[in-house]
């Protein structure tokens, strides 16, 4: 194979990134941090490694906090310091990768058995990236087909609590249905539910009825290899019921 | 592009492609001790560096990102303490503590475990098991349960706080050690080493991550093997066009079935005849699962060969698959096997796709059946799972220096690799050398002359030194698995709760080859159905039927793993008599040591079945079983939880109940005048030995216990034992590390040869007290402490012997081989415990305990045989909850990597804990039996017998899955 590379670039700012960008938008591969699957696509001829380039600080406000695209999962676990994020990020992934994979590298290959997407869908951060400088929400991030982009940074509304649950056959496995909810500052609750590979929208919760009407709407067709909808449905209305325990159970104490 | 890495605080300055991932690079630096388990998803943390102080997959970066970091490798911790003239600052507490708790078993994720830790002192020195378990998620080790490795842990935390040295034992006695509980019920030889926890020989170069496992030697000109699976579970390639493979740059061959002799064979790894058919060639025209090769690339590099499989272009002609093994021998089924050079064993018939058949009758089941007052019927299902061993298979091989064939490889059996290599290859067995170096796991896959022929043939063709190493994929869809089964369990009980006859019908998968699918599936009833016979009269003529059909299906095939067709047996026969006691109202312990064998009795299979042999009727000696059930239930604490309501319930928490099951158990001890081992042994001028072994350590310790057999009979240490196993031009033929055989045969093999040994060194011994004028029989003499000893107390070093034998006088090198087959097959017993939470609601189970009390006759290295069991029980515990490899209908796999083919991280594991109960048996070393298969037998069947307590769902297939729970409930 020709080794027919000619740069390797480490950028200092997100502002040079996005020079070299317009110049050579065709010939670019990013590196950004961690990743399961580190490859380099034919065409590929200048190597633009963004690890120095200021995309894995924390900002905390206010209203929030915003974490840069290449901090890693367990950089994003400290930000969120959430037990029911932790319990997400421990099922999915030991502390190797969480040590390792980078949000950005994250994001352009999580679906929906994700047990941290599940979390973050609940969370509603705003994501922003090379191809969507302005944010996009989460889910549409996601559904633009982010392979290839990078993400900058995300950025998280506060919020109250996140509760999660799941169920897998074994306690770290991938779960074969899950749901999270997290009560917003202004007590809003916000469901999102997963287990199959669909990344469904997150719904805003008034009732605990409703939920369940949500949740039967989303597991109706749910059957895959992993299970089957009759029992999706069935369990996300147990889990979701327990999630939102957990959620009054935090407010009480 | 030159970059310059820093490793353990040294830049080195190193050429590195664009796409080369860090761990690539570090191994071509000569840090070996970051490992690929062959992944491409960060799964298995085998790779692990420090980076910055952090634990990271160094396979998920590129090289270039690691520039202007600090990387840290095991290289950079402690070593040896002395290396000849040179002191060393010794190994660390942490690589001390994983030498000496038993953490080392194949080593292959040692390293890793090992930084993990490191990092999580550099937050504490007093971390909880809990933050153990969390710095030792990301690593996966297969053989240990992570049970040694965290407790080596949290005792290196401790021995730094209160700053001990690594070696200093006078100060640790307030510490505890790693030794398991051992109750004896007989032993009879006062004993020197056997029953000592000595350490692995080999765990001290492991911690270190030194150069040991096949993939860590690299020659000049290496060419990097990769094979192009087929997409379609049954299909005829109709053409196949690999010439722009070839012309691509930095390809050196690529082999289709145009290209090859067609040889048939088979890849099963066992003696000749090989008891099964002969089905399959090194590449054919018709492929045959998704996955089977279709052909065979060796480039300059892993990346150009990937590469160069995207560029053969293949026009199949798809046929109808068999995926179900349902559908086998229907009317008018596909033909798998239609290949004219079909070489039939026994019953095997490929028109009706059936591979292999069994019909045993032992005494009259039908007449059992009519004598009994109840009879239970039932059909169970087993799923396929795989072994998962950490390190993929992998071998090198090359042309040495008089043209003869090296193959270089992970696997255990290497006597086998030659033999069943040469007729494939077209060599003959002269001119091929196997060398086995360390292996990083194998659990019976491994087993398997799995890829030897894909390297031979490469370098056949090119000349020059090839390389091939599984991915974790390939793993999954190419390499063997267990076979999955379909159990119908029938058995005739009286009302007191004998049994009157029991009867099991198998219909077994072998997948698209032949391998192992006899022998796996007659030790499916031998060894469940075997331990039972009945009550009363029964015991003399138990009346057992055990029938079998062995069928080919278009999935990927299936083969040896650990157990060897026996938890196959057990899941049935335990949950089905679980479903008996609980329906006769008996007490299931009870029920169980009421109809199982005794010392004296026959195996009842013995006297019907031998592996497709004639058959060797064997009287049980030793059964340790019911002392087996008396520890555990203590350990478990069965008696204050079993039939307790309040035990069962959990206060605020009515979704959830609490359950707890028993399991008992047999396996073999090696397969009777067959399984076969030799050992050679020879002194040194310091009177330290050589042994030369063919015996496989695959991790196991095996290498250990032997240098114990023949340091007990030699009076010297166990490091005066330098073991080298195996390679086929330098140590005797052994079959091989299967059938848990290692230390019953190999190691009588050692025993014998010592024996000649010592009796030598005693003549000679005899010459120098007479020449003190001490006279004594040479029988009187004893050798121990690295001397012989007169019975008046005189004395003379070994070392002295040993001098004089080669060079003072009548010179003679004093050595010995030695073989050994065995008439018998002594099984270990064992008694399986567990103890479950379910959650009503949503099916989810959570196995809290599991307890096995062993009957493995004497220990001889308490231990490593408590590695073995506590690592099996894990094992045996995906198999009971969580793992299984499902196909679609056109058999394309659910499982393709460690994430959805879930095996179990340190941060979930149950408490794992065994018992061994030591019995004496006379036919083995020093009172030895077989340890190693047995721990794989109970756990489904008492996790699935703890969910039925708990909550009275009674699955009937394995794994007790949420889903399937929560469906017998909803039924209820
Ligand atoms: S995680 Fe890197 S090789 Fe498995
Ligand atoms: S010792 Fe951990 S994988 Fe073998």
Not at chain 1, 14 to 38: H, Q, T
């Amino acid at each position: 194979m020709n080794e027919t590379v000619i740069e390797y670039l480490r950028p200092g700012s997100l502002e040079e990134v996005m020079r070299l960008r317009d110049d050579n938008p065709e010939r670019i591969k990013y590196l950004a941090g961690g990743s399961f699957k580190p490859t380099l696509e034919d065409g590929k001829t200048i190597i633009v490694d963004l690890q120095d380039a200021g995309l894995d600080c924390l900002e905390i406000t206010d209203q929030g906090f915003t974490i840069g695209g290449l901090a890693t999962l367990q950089d994003l676990e400290t930000a969120l310091n959430s037990p029911g994020f932790y319990q997400a990020l421990s099922t999915e992934y030991g502390l190797n990768v969480r040590n390792t994979l980078s949000i950005s590298n994250y994001l352009a290959q999580a679906n929906g058995r994700s047990p941290v997407l599940i979390c973050l869908l609940a969370l509603n951060p705003v994501v922003y990236s090379l191809e969507h400088p302005d944010g996009l929400s989460l889910r549409d991030f996601l559904l633009s087909n982010p392979t290839g982009d990078v993400v900058t940074k995300v950025k998280f509304p506060k919020f109250h609590k996140l509760s999660y649950e799941g169920v897998g056959r074994s306690p770290k496995d991938l779960p074969l249905v899950s749901v999270t909810a997290s009560r917003q500052m202004d007590g809003c609750i916000r469901v999102a539910c997963g287990g199959t590979i669909e990344i469904w929208e997150p719904f805003e919760l008034l009732q605990q009825v409703d939920g369940i009407k949500q949740v039967s709407n989303l597991y109706q067709n749910a059957d895959d290899a992993w299970a089957s909808a009759e029992y999706r449905l069935d369990v996300a209305q147990v889990l979701l019921r327990r999630a939102l325990q957990r959620l009054e159970r935090t407010q009480e104490a | 592009m030159k970059i310059i890495l820093r490793v353990n605080q040294t830049d080195f300055p190193v050429e590195v492609k664009t796409e080369e991932k860090l761990l690539t690079v570090l191994r071509r630096l000569g840090f070996l001790s970051a490992r690929s388990g062959g992944c491409v998803r960060g799964e298995c943390g085998a790779c692990t560096v420090l980076l910055d102080g952090k634990p990271i997959n160094s396979c998920m970066l590129f090289a270039l990102q690691a520039q202007g970091h600090e990387i840290e490798t095991v290289e950079g911790m402690g070593e040896r303490p002395h290396q000849a003239w040179k002191e060393t600052k010794g190994l660390e507490i942490l690589q001390q503590e994983f030498v000496e708790s038993g953490s080392v078993q194949c080593g292959y994720c040692t390293p890793a475990m090992i930084l993990a830790a490191r990092a999580l002192f550099e937050k504490t020195l007093e971390p909880t098991e809990e933050q153990v378990r969390e710095a030792l998620s990301g690593v996966l080790c297969r053989c240990t349960a992570y049970v040694k490795p965290v407790q080596a842990v949290l005792r290196a935390a401790e021995k730094i706080r209160n700053g001990i040295k690594a070696l200093d034992h006078q100060q640790e006695e307030n510490i505890s050690r790693y030794e398991p509980k051992m109750v004896t019920i007989d032993q009879r030889d006062e004993t020197a080493m056997i029953g000592k926890s000595e350490i692995k020989l080999d765990a001290i170069k492991l911690v270190q991550g030194k150069q040991a496992f096949t993939a860590d030697w690299q020659m000049p000109g290496m060419l990097y093997a990769k094979v192009l699976p087929s997409p379609y579970a049954h299909a005829i390639i109709k053409s196949i066009d690999a010439s722009q493979a070839r012309a691509l740059e930095g390809v050196e061959c690529v082999l289709t079935w145009e290209d090859l002799p067609r040889v048939v064979h088979s890849t099963a790894g066992q003696s000749d005849p090989i008891p099964g058919p002969l089905d399959m060639f090194s590449l054919d025209r018709k492929v045959r699962f998704v996955g089977d090769r279709v052909a065979m690339v060796a480039a300059v590099s892993p990346e150009i060969a990937e590469k160069a499989l995207g560029l053969i272009k293949v026009e199949y002609e798809e046929l109808e698959p068999i995926i179900d093994m349902r559908d086998a021998m229907r009317d008018g089924a596909p033909i798998i096997h239609d290949e004219e050079e079909y070489v039939n064993f026994a019953d095997s018939d490929p028109s009706i796709n059936l591979a292999a058949k069994i019909r045993i009758d032992i005494n009259d089941v039908e007449k059992g059946f009519a004598e009994a007052d109840q009879i239970f019927e039932q059909e169970y299902v087993v799923p396929k799972v795989q072994q998962a061993h950490i390190e993929p298979h992998v071998t090198l091989t090359y042309w040495d220096e008089d043209d003869r064939l090296v193959i270089r490889t992970s696997t255990q059996v290497p006597f086998h690799v030659r033999r069943m290599m040469a007729p494939v290859l077209g060599l003959p067995v002269k001119r091929i050398r196997v060398i086995k170096p360390r292996i990083g796991g194998g659990f019976g896959n491994k087993q398997e002359v799995l890829i030897e022929d894909v390297a031979g043939h490469l370098t056949i063709a090119t000349g020059k030194p090839v390389l091939y190493e599984m991915t974790r994929e390939e793993e999954f869809i190419a390499s063997r698995s267990r076979h999955p089964m379909r159990v119908r369990m029938k058995t005739g009980i009286k009302n007191d709760g004998t049994m009157t006859a029991n009867e099991m019908y198998a219909l077994s998968d072998t997948g698209a080859y032949g391998c192992h699918a006899l022998t796996v599936t007659g030790n499916t009833g031998q060894k469940s159905m075997g331990l039972y016979v009945g009550d009363g009269e029964y015991r003399k003529k138990p009346n057992i039927r055990f029938y079998a059909d062995i069928v080919y299906t278009n999935t990927p095939p299936s083969g040896a793993y650990r157990g060897y067709g026996v938890p196959q047996g057990y899941w049935p026969l335990d949950r089905h008599f679980e479903h008996i006691t609980r329906s006769i109202g008996m007490d299931p312990i009870e029920f169980r040591l009421k109809n199982c064998l005794r010392p004296g009795e026959y195996q009842p299979f013995s006297t019907a079945w031998n592996e497709g042999r004639e058959p060797v009727p064997e009287i049980i000696q030793t059964v340790g079983l019911e002392e087996c059930v008396r520890q555990g239930k203590k350990a478990i604490g069965w008696d204050e939880k079993f039939g307790n309501e309040d035990w069962h319930t959990i206060k605020g928490k009515p979704h959830l109940r609490r359950g707890i099951g028993v399991a008992t158990v047999m396996q073999g001890t090696a397969i009777p005048y067959l399984d076969m081992g030799g050992a050679h042994l020879k002194i040194n001028d310091d009177a330290s030995f050589n042994l030369m072994v063919g015996a496989t350590d695959l991790g196991t310790g095996s290498d250990t216990v032997l240098a114990q057999i023949a340091a007990e009979v030699l009076g010297v240490r166990t490091d005066d034992i330098i073991v080298t196993s195996s390679d086929t031009d330098t140590t005797p033929f052994d079959v091989g590390a299967y059938a848990s055989s290692t230390t019953y045969i190999s190691g009588t093999a050692v025993k014998k040869a010592a024996e000649e040994v010592a009796l030598k060194i005693k003549k000679r011994a005899k010459v120098f007290f007479e020449e003190k004028e001490t006279n004594c029989a040479v029988e009187d003499i004893v050798l121990k402490d690295k001397m012989a000893v007169a019975p008046n107390g005189e004395s003379i070093k070994l070392e002295q012997i040993a001098l004089d034998s080669l060079h003072w006088r009548n010179q003679e090198q004093i050595m010995a081989s030695a073989s050994y087959v065995s008439p018998n097959s002594p099984p270990p017993f064992a008694a399986q415990f567990a103890t479950v939470l379910v959650d009503l609601e949503t099916g989810q189970v959570t196995v809290e305990d599991l307890i096995m009390a062993v009957d493995s006759g004497v220990i001889i290295n308490p231990v490593t045989a408590s590695g073995q069991i506590e690592g099996g029980v894990a094992q045996a515990l995906g198999y009971g909850v969580s793992e299984e490899m499902v196909y679609d209908q056109r058999g394309l796999p659910r499982e393709v990597d460690l994430m959805d083919y879930h095996i179990f991280r340190a941060d979930e594991m149950p408490r794992i804990e065994a018992i061994f109960v030591q019995t004496y048996e006379e036919t083995g070393p020093f009172g030895a039996k077989a340890v190693a298969e047995i721990p794989l037998d109970g756990a489904a069947p008492a996790i699935g017998n703890a969910v039925m307590d708990a909550c009275g769902a009674n699955i009937f297939d394995n794994p007790v899955t949420p889903e399937k729970i929560w469906r017998a409930l909803k039924k209820d």
